[in-house]
Protein backbone atom coordinates (compact mmCIF):
# COMPACT_ATOMS: atom_id res chain seq x y z
CA UNK A 1 0.00 0.00 0.00
CA UNK A 2 2.39 2.59 0.83
CA UNK A 3 4.48 1.51 -2.41
CA UNK A 4 1.41 1.77 -4.30
CA UNK A 5 0.92 5.25 -2.91
CA UNK A 6 5.03 6.36 -3.21
CA UNK A 7 4.70 5.79 -7.32
CA UNK A 8 1.40 7.88 -7.38
CA UNK A 9 3.02 10.93 -5.34
CA UNK A 10 5.96 10.46 -7.92
CA UNK A 11 3.59 10.54 -10.71
CA UNK A 12 2.36 14.16 -9.80
CA UNK A 13 5.60 15.28 -9.17
CA UNK A 14 6.76 13.70 -12.53
CA UNK A 15 3.99 15.97 -13.79
CA UNK A 16 4.78 18.86 -12.34
CA UNK A 17 8.25 19.12 -13.43
CA UNK A 18 7.29 18.46 -16.48
CA UNK A 19 5.10 21.30 -17.17
CA UNK A 20 7.91 22.90 -15.77
CA UNK A 21 10.34 21.50 -18.15
CA UNK A 22 7.83 21.91 -21.20
CA UNK A 23 8.05 25.78 -21.41
CA UNK A 24 11.75 25.85 -20.41
CA UNK A 25 12.73 23.51 -23.26
CA UNK A 26 10.25 25.27 -25.46
CA UNK A 27 11.59 28.70 -24.90
CA UNK A 28 15.37 27.20 -25.49
CA UNK A 29 14.23 25.94 -28.91
CA UNK A 30 12.97 28.90 -29.73
CA UNK A 31 16.56 30.34 -28.89
CA UNK A 32 18.73 28.07 -30.15
CA UNK A 33 16.76 28.42 -33.78
CA UNK A 34 17.90 31.92 -33.66
CA UNK A 35 21.95 30.82 -32.80
CA UNK A 36 22.16 27.40 -34.90
CA UNK A 37 22.14 26.97 -38.84
CA UNK A 38 18.31 25.56 -39.26
CA UNK A 39 17.57 21.91 -40.49
CA UNK A 40 15.26 20.84 -43.42
CA UNK A 41 12.11 19.41 -41.76
CA UNK A 42 11.88 16.33 -43.97
CA UNK A 43 15.28 15.34 -42.60
CA UNK A 44 14.16 15.75 -38.89
CA UNK A 45 10.77 14.05 -39.75
CA UNK A 46 12.92 10.87 -41.03
CA UNK A 47 15.72 11.17 -38.66
CA UNK A 48 12.49 11.22 -36.00
CA UNK A 49 10.56 8.12 -37.76
CA UNK A 50 14.21 6.18 -37.83
CA UNK A 51 14.80 6.48 -34.27
CA UNK A 52 11.56 5.39 -33.47
CA UNK A 53 10.97 2.44 -35.24
CA UNK A 54 14.96 1.50 -34.00
CA UNK A 55 13.84 1.89 -30.45
CA UNK A 56 10.46 0.11 -30.77
CA UNK A 57 12.13 -3.29 -32.15
CA UNK A 58 14.78 -3.11 -29.82
CA UNK A 59 11.83 -2.97 -26.90
CA UNK A 60 10.00 -5.84 -28.69
CA UNK A 61 13.01 -8.30 -28.94
CA UNK A 62 13.18 -7.56 -25.03
CA UNK A 63 9.60 -8.28 -24.69
CA UNK A 64 10.23 -11.50 -26.97
CA UNK A 65 12.64 -13.01 -25.82
CA UNK A 66 11.40 -12.84 -22.48
CA UNK A 67 9.97 -16.01 -21.04
CA UNK A 68 7.54 -13.87 -19.18
CA UNK A 69 5.74 -10.59 -18.72
CA UNK A 70 7.30 -9.77 -15.45
CA UNK A 71 10.90 -10.38 -16.70
CA UNK A 72 10.15 -8.17 -19.60
CA UNK A 73 9.32 -5.12 -17.25
CA UNK A 74 12.21 -5.94 -15.29
CA UNK A 75 14.75 -5.73 -18.06
CA UNK A 76 12.87 -2.51 -19.73
CA UNK A 77 13.26 -0.58 -16.85
CA UNK A 78 17.12 -1.19 -16.94
CA UNK A 79 17.14 -0.97 -20.94
CA UNK A 80 14.51 1.97 -22.05
CA UNK A 81 17.17 4.67 -21.28
CA UNK A 82 20.13 2.97 -22.94
CA UNK A 83 18.01 1.82 -26.26
CA UNK A 84 15.87 4.95 -26.44
CA UNK A 85 18.77 7.81 -25.96
CA UNK A 86 21.03 5.72 -28.33
CA UNK A 87 17.97 5.45 -30.99
CA UNK A 88 18.08 9.47 -30.40
CA UNK A 89 21.70 9.77 -30.73
CA UNK A 90 21.98 7.99 -34.39
CA UNK A 91 21.92 11.49 -36.78
CA UNK A 92 25.13 12.63 -34.46
CA UNK A 93 26.43 10.13 -34.70
CA UNK A 94 26.47 9.00 -38.37
CA UNK A 95 26.38 12.63 -39.64
CA UNK A 96 30.13 13.18 -39.28
CA UNK A 97 30.45 15.30 -42.36
CA UNK A 98 28.23 18.10 -40.81
CA UNK A 99 29.39 21.12 -38.40
CA UNK A 100 28.97 20.07 -34.92
CA UNK A 101 25.80 22.62 -34.05
CA UNK A 102 24.00 21.40 -37.89
CA UNK A 103 24.50 18.18 -35.80
CA UNK A 104 23.18 19.01 -32.54
CA UNK A 105 20.42 20.86 -33.79
CA UNK A 106 19.44 17.86 -36.23
CA UNK A 107 19.52 15.57 -33.20
CA UNK A 108 17.64 17.59 -30.71
CA UNK A 109 14.86 18.25 -33.36
CA UNK A 110 14.92 14.11 -33.88
CA UNK A 111 13.96 13.90 -30.03
CA UNK A 112 11.37 16.32 -30.02
CA UNK A 113 10.16 14.15 -33.03
CA UNK A 114 10.56 11.01 -31.32
CA UNK A 115 8.97 12.23 -28.43
CA UNK A 116 5.44 13.54 -30.01
CA UNK A 117 5.69 10.09 -31.88
CA UNK A 118 5.28 8.03 -29.53
CA UNK A 119 3.01 10.56 -27.26
CA UNK A 120 0.89 10.38 -30.07
CA UNK A 121 0.81 6.59 -29.69
CA UNK A 122 0.71 5.87 -26.24
CA UNK A 123 -2.10 8.68 -25.98
CA UNK A 124 -4.35 6.62 -28.32
CA UNK A 125 -3.84 3.57 -26.63
CA UNK A 126 -4.30 4.81 -23.05
CA UNK A 127 -7.08 6.86 -24.10
CA UNK A 128 -8.59 3.40 -25.63
CA UNK A 129 -8.08 1.96 -21.83
CA UNK A 130 -9.51 4.95 -20.14
CA UNK A 131 -6.46 6.03 -18.38
CA UNK A 132 -6.89 9.46 -19.02
CA UNK A 133 -4.44 10.43 -16.14
CA UNK A 134 -1.66 8.21 -18.08
CA UNK A 135 -2.46 10.16 -21.28
CA UNK A 136 -1.57 12.91 -19.65
CA UNK A 137 1.49 12.07 -18.25
CA UNK A 138 2.66 10.62 -21.61
CA UNK A 139 2.24 14.16 -22.89
CA UNK A 140 4.58 15.77 -20.43
CA UNK A 141 7.07 13.12 -21.90
CA UNK A 142 7.49 15.06 -25.14
CA UNK A 143 10.01 17.39 -23.77
CA UNK A 144 11.58 15.29 -21.13
CA UNK A 145 13.21 13.48 -24.46
CA UNK A 146 15.00 16.40 -26.02
CA UNK A 147 15.96 17.52 -22.03
CA UNK A 148 17.80 13.86 -22.18
CA UNK A 149 18.99 14.20 -25.69
CA UNK A 150 20.47 17.59 -24.77
CA UNK A 151 21.77 16.41 -21.93
CA UNK A 152 24.02 13.83 -23.95
CA UNK A 153 25.22 15.83 -26.32
CA UNK A 154 26.43 18.55 -23.95
CA UNK A 155 28.77 15.68 -22.69
CA UNK A 156 29.46 15.06 -26.57
CA UNK A 157 30.15 19.18 -26.66
CA UNK A 158 32.08 19.44 -23.44
CA UNK A 159 34.20 16.17 -23.36
CA UNK A 160 32.86 12.56 -24.85
CA UNK A 161 29.33 11.78 -26.38
CA UNK A 162 29.82 8.20 -24.76
CA UNK A 163 29.43 10.14 -21.18
CA UNK A 164 26.58 12.29 -21.84
CA UNK A 165 25.05 9.16 -23.44
CA UNK A 166 25.34 7.39 -20.16
CA UNK A 167 23.89 10.33 -18.47
CA UNK A 168 21.16 10.52 -20.14
CA UNK A 169 20.46 7.13 -20.23
CA UNK A 170 20.60 6.70 -16.66
CA UNK A 171 18.02 9.64 -16.29
CA UNK A 172 15.52 7.50 -18.82
CA UNK A 173 16.13 4.69 -17.24
CA UNK A 174 15.35 6.19 -13.76
CA UNK A 175 12.37 8.20 -14.94
CA UNK A 176 10.48 5.24 -16.32
CA UNK A 177 11.56 2.79 -13.32
CA UNK A 178 8.81 2.88 -10.74
CA UNK A 179 6.11 2.45 -13.54
CA UNK A 180 7.50 -0.40 -15.42
CA UNK A 181 8.35 -2.40 -11.85
CA UNK A 182 5.09 -1.51 -10.65
CA UNK A 183 4.07 -5.25 -12.83
CA UNK A 184 6.43 -7.00 -11.71
CA UNK A 185 7.30 -5.83 -8.56
CA UNK A 186 3.73 -4.01 -7.04
CA UNK A 187 4.25 -2.10 -4.21
CA UNK A 188 8.51 -2.97 -3.75
CA UNK A 189 8.33 -0.80 -6.98
CA UNK A 190 8.19 2.22 -4.54
CA UNK A 191 11.84 1.59 -3.26
CA UNK A 192 12.92 3.40 -6.40
CA UNK A 193 11.22 6.31 -6.08
CA UNK A 194 13.33 8.28 -4.27
CA UNK A 195 15.90 7.65 -6.51
CA UNK A 196 13.89 8.78 -9.23
CA UNK A 197 12.56 11.69 -7.70
CA UNK A 198 16.06 12.99 -7.36
CA UNK A 199 16.91 11.94 -11.04
CA UNK A 200 13.39 14.39 -11.78
CA UNK A 201 15.45 16.88 -9.94
CA UNK A 202 18.27 16.84 -11.78
CA UNK A 203 16.58 16.93 -15.07
CA UNK A 204 14.88 20.07 -14.04
CA UNK A 205 17.99 21.82 -12.83
CA UNK A 206 19.60 20.81 -16.17
CA UNK A 207 17.76 22.05 -19.25
CA UNK A 208 19.31 25.42 -18.75
CA UNK A 209 22.84 24.02 -18.49
CA UNK A 210 22.23 21.82 -21.48
CA UNK A 211 20.77 24.45 -23.82
CA UNK A 212 23.02 27.46 -22.33
CA UNK A 213 25.75 26.06 -23.27
CA UNK A 214 25.05 24.27 -26.68
CA UNK A 215 23.32 28.09 -27.43
CA UNK A 216 27.09 29.94 -26.10
CA UNK A 217 28.99 27.06 -27.97
CA UNK A 218 27.18 28.20 -31.04
CA UNK A 219 27.63 31.81 -30.56
CA UNK A 220 31.49 31.02 -29.97
CA UNK A 221 31.65 29.47 -33.24
CA UNK A 222 29.87 31.87 -34.88
CA UNK A 223 32.64 34.72 -33.35
CA UNK A 224 35.30 32.89 -34.45
CA UNK A 225 34.37 32.83 -37.67
CA UNK A 226 33.43 36.13 -38.07
CA UNK A 227 37.06 36.85 -36.01
CA UNK A 228 38.94 34.24 -38.73
CA UNK A 229 37.43 36.44 -41.66
CA UNK A 230 37.86 39.45 -40.36
CA UNK A 231 41.82 38.95 -39.90
CA UNK A 232 41.89 37.04 -43.31
CA UNK A 233 40.34 40.61 -44.72
CA UNK A 234 42.99 42.73 -42.91
CA UNK A 235 45.83 40.47 -44.08
CA UNK A 236 44.88 40.45 -47.77
CA UNK A 237 44.43 44.56 -47.82
CA UNK A 238 47.99 44.86 -46.35
CA UNK A 239 49.07 42.24 -48.91
CA UNK A 240 48.01 44.80 -51.69
CA UNK A 241 48.89 47.98 -50.37
CA UNK A 242 52.67 45.98 -50.06
CA UNK A 243 51.92 45.66 -53.47
CA UNK A 244 51.72 48.68 -54.45
CA UNK A 245 54.40 49.91 -52.46
CA UNK A 246 56.80 47.29 -54.49
CA UNK A 247 55.41 47.94 -57.69
CA UNK A 248 56.62 52.12 -56.92
CA UNK A 249 59.67 51.43 -56.21
CA UNK A 250 60.38 49.22 -59.02
CA UNK A 251 59.45 51.92 -61.37
CA UNK A 252 62.86 53.95 -60.17
CA UNK A 253 64.84 50.93 -60.63
CA UNK A 254 63.50 50.53 -64.02
CA UNK A 255 64.06 54.01 -65.26
CA UNK A 256 67.78 53.83 -63.49
CA UNK A 257 68.35 50.50 -65.42
CA UNK A 258 67.13 52.28 -68.83
CA UNK A 259 69.59 55.38 -68.35
CA UNK A 260 72.33 52.74 -67.57
CA UNK A 261 71.58 51.04 -70.66
CA UNK A 262 71.62 53.89 -72.98
CA UNK A 263 74.56 54.65 -71.69
CA UNK A 264 76.21 51.50 -72.49
CA UNK A 265 74.60 51.43 -75.81
CA UNK A 266 74.22 55.04 -77.37
CA UNK A 267 72.71 54.25 -80.28
CA UNK A 268 69.58 52.42 -78.66
CA UNK A 269 70.91 48.83 -79.71
CA UNK A 270 70.79 46.22 -77.53
CA UNK A 271 73.28 43.57 -77.21
CA UNK A 272 70.85 40.82 -78.98
CA UNK A 273 71.35 39.92 -82.55
Known amino acids: MVGEILIAVYVFIAIGVGIRVFFRTISWLSESDRA???????????WGITA???????????????????IAMLVLAIVVGPIEEGAKLLPFALKQDENVMVRWHLTVRTALFFGIIEALMYFVLLISMGNFFGAILRGVVVTFHVVWT???????LKSSLWNGYLR????HSLYD????LLY?????AG??????????????????DAFGFAVSYARKLVERKRETYVSFEEGHETLEYGDE???GAEEPEKENQNEENENENPEGFTSLP
Open 36 to 46: VFPVPFYSVLS
Open 52 to 70: FFVAMILEMLVLKFSPEIS
Open 150 to 156: AIALEGA
Open 168 to 171: AALL
Open 177 to 180: APIL
Open 184 to 188: PLGGL
Open 191 to 208: LIVPVSIAALIYINGAVD
Open 245 to 247: ETL
